[in-house]
Every structure is written in structure tokens, then in C-alpha cells.
């Protein structure tokens, strides 16, 4: 995926799956590490670290001085979406940004902060900030809980070729029951956000993997998640789902769900073409 990102290609991961699954575990790690700007020059080969933390490693490891793809650029961005709101991650003070759509760029998120990368250090600390100011509750079901979807964009840029990649690294916040999680108040009213948005995912990649309901009008306007994602499912990017599963006998149910989920995700057929400058 990262070398396609490097060649041009806008390229999705996204992790999916209910609360306390191990969405943000995959994505960015465990807690217990800090990645901070000094983690950087910590090896990431060993140890439980999250796809992101080794996408970035890897990728300034394939644009470094002397390297094929040493005239590649690297910015980054970070967004959630909180209550159906987007804010930017890295600029707390910048909520509820509008989501606009370009027939070259495809669906963008207007004045969201791109910050430039020299180094894997720089990236770190990107990350590193962002996770920061995610919106995280303790529930029942997980004392670590992502109230909101987190997205953060690699924009690469070759000099040399004029080819513009996107790598866009998703943490979906988790479906959950109610009644399992106890959330109550606030919690409870951003549970229905997250398991509105989650369900016109659900629909989206319902209509996509069903070749009749294909031709017809796919939803992707009914959230600010699937609009987002709309090059990602079915368009012209990348794409690549990890579907997160509890292995507690209690969430059998919802094991099912999500690999009934999967199984439909995979039927998606994306027309993935270069982006040229
Ligand atoms: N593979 C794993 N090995 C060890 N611990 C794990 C693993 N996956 C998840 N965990 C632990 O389980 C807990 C829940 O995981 P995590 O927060 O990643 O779930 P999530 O799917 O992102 O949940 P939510 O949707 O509520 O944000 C965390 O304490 C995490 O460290």
C-alpha cells in the first residue's frame, strides 16, 4: 500500500470493528508507548507497535537521501469526526470544518492544517499530538474508549514525477450496545453518533457489494464519514479494511457482525488511477 501511495495512488487503511476490539491497538499501538519525537530514534522493527508508527518509519526509510523516492514530500494532516463534526486534530482551536468536494482532489476538508514532514521524527510528533487531543471515555466495555473517528492523511508529493499520493490512516470508533457499555449523558448522545455513522457505512458498503443495488444511488451523502471515505469505497483509491475482533465469548454476536461486515467489503471493486500534478 505505502509503495502504491508512493507511486501516486490515494491509498486507504482503515480499522473496523466494535468497542474495545483493538481498532486504536492495531492502528497506533499500545498506550503504554509513548510516541513522542524521542520514540523516533527508538528502532520500530520490535516490539507491539501500531500500523501507523510503522508506515512512517517506512516510509521515510524509502524517501531518504539517495533513495528511489528521495524527491517525495511528505505533509501530514489529522482530523475526527465528533458528533458528526470534523475538527482538526493538530489545531484544537479549528472545529467544525467544512467538508468540500473538487473533481480533481475528490472530497477535502476545507483550512485542515497540513503540516510538512522532513523527518520521522517530525511525523512522530504529529502523531504524537494528535492522539493527544482525540476524544477518549472510559465505558464498560473499554476504559480507553475513541468517542470519535480519527483520520490522519499523508500527502506525498514527487518532484520528479508530478505524482500526488495520498495514504489516509483510519480509526473507526466502535459500535456499541447501550445497554453493555452503561454510557450515559454526553456518552451516550456521541454513541449515537458513532453508531449512526457507522450503520450509513454499513449501507454504503451494503450497496456496493451487491451488484444490482451498484448501479443505483449509493448513500454516500448520509454521513460525514462515508462522504469522506467516498473515494476510498468504490471510487478511485486503494483500499484496505481491518476488521478488529474480540475474542470473549460475550461478543460473539458482534464477531459475527463485523465478519459479516468483512465479507461484504470485499466484494467492493475500487478503479485505482494515478494522481499527476
Ligand atoms: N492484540 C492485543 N494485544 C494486547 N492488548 C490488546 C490487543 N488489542 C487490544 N488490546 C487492549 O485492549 C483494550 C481495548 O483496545 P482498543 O482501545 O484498541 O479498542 P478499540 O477497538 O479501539 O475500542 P474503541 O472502539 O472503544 O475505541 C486496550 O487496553 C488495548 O491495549
Given at each position: ?28 499501538g ?8 524521542e520514540?523516533?530514534a527508538a528502532s ?6 501500531g500500523l501507523?508508527p510503522?508506515v ?9 537521501h539517495?533513495?528511489?523516492h ?5 505533509s501530514?494532516?489529522?482530523l475526527e469526526?465528533?458528533?458528526e463534526?470534523?475538527n482538526d ?5 479549528s ?9 480533481r482532489?475528490g472530497?477535502?476538508?476545507q483550512?485542515?492544517?497540513q503540516?510538512?514532514?522532513?523527518s520521522l521524527?517530525?511525523?512522530m510528533a504529529?502523531l ?9 471515555s472510559s ?10 473517528h ?29 445497554k ?9 448522545s456521541e454513541?449515537?453518533?458513532?453508531n449512526?455513522?457507522l450503520f ?5 458498503i451494503?450497496?456496493l ?9 449509493i448513500?454516500y451523502r ?15 483509491g ?8 474480540s ?6 454476536e ?10 461484504r467489503?470485499?466484494?467492493i ?5 494515478v494522481q499527476?500534478d
Amino acid at each position: 500500500m505505502l509503495m502504491d501511495a508512493l507511486s501516486g495512488y490515494s491509498v486507504t487503511i482503515f480499522a473496523y470493528g466494535q468497542t474495545g476490539s483493538g481498532k486504536t491497538f492495531t492502528m497506533t499501538g499500545p498506550d503504554s508507548i509513548d510516541y513522542g519525537r524521542e520514540a523516533a530514534a527508538a528502532s520500530l522493527d520490535d516490539g507491539p507497535h501500531g500500523l501507523i508508527p510503522r508506515v512512517l518509519s517506512d516510509l521515510f526509510e524509502l524517501t531518504a537521501h539517495g533513495r528511489e523516492h528521495a524527491g517525495v514530500t511528505v505533509s501530514a494532516s489529522y482530523l475526527e469526526i465528533y458528533n458528526e463534526q470534523l475538527n482538526d486534530l493538530l489545531n484544537p482551536a479549528s472545529v467544525n470544518l467544512q467538508l468540500r468536494h473538487e473533481a480533481r482532489l475528490g472530497p477535502f476538508v476545507q483550512n485542515l492544517l497540513q503540516v510538512e514532514c522532513e523527518s520521522l521524527g517530525d511525523a512522530m510528533a504529529v502523531l504524537a499530538e494528535g492522539t493527544r487531543n482525540r476524544k477518549v471515555s472510559s465505558h464498560q466495555l473499554n476504559k480507553d474508549s475513541s468517542r470519535s473517528h480519527c483520520l490522519m492523511t499523508l500527502h506525498l508529493k514527487d518532484a520528479n514525477t508530478g505524482c500526488t499520493g495520498r495514504i489516509s490512516l483510519v480509526d473507526l470508533a466502535g459500535s456499541e450496545r447501550l445497554k453493555d457499555s452503561c454510557s450515559e449523558g454526553a456518552m451516550a448522545s456521541e454513541t449515537g453518533h458513532i453508531n449512526r455513522s457507522l450503520f450509513a457505512l454499513g449501507n454504503v458498503i451494503s450497496s456496493l457489494s451487491d451488484a444490482r443495488r451498484r448501479q443505483g444511488h449509493i448513500p454516500y451523502r448520509d454521513s460525514k464519514l462515508t462522504k469522506l471515505l467516498m473515494d476510498s469505497l468504490g471510487g478511485d483509491g486503494r483500499t484496505l479494511m481491518l476488521a478488529c475482533v474480540s475474542p470473549s465469548l460475550h461478543m460473539l454476536e458482534e464477531t459475527a457482525n463485523t465478519l459479516l461486515f468483512a465479507s461484504r467489503a470485499k466484494n467492493i471493486q475500487n478503479r485505482p488511477t494515478v494522481q499527476v500534478d
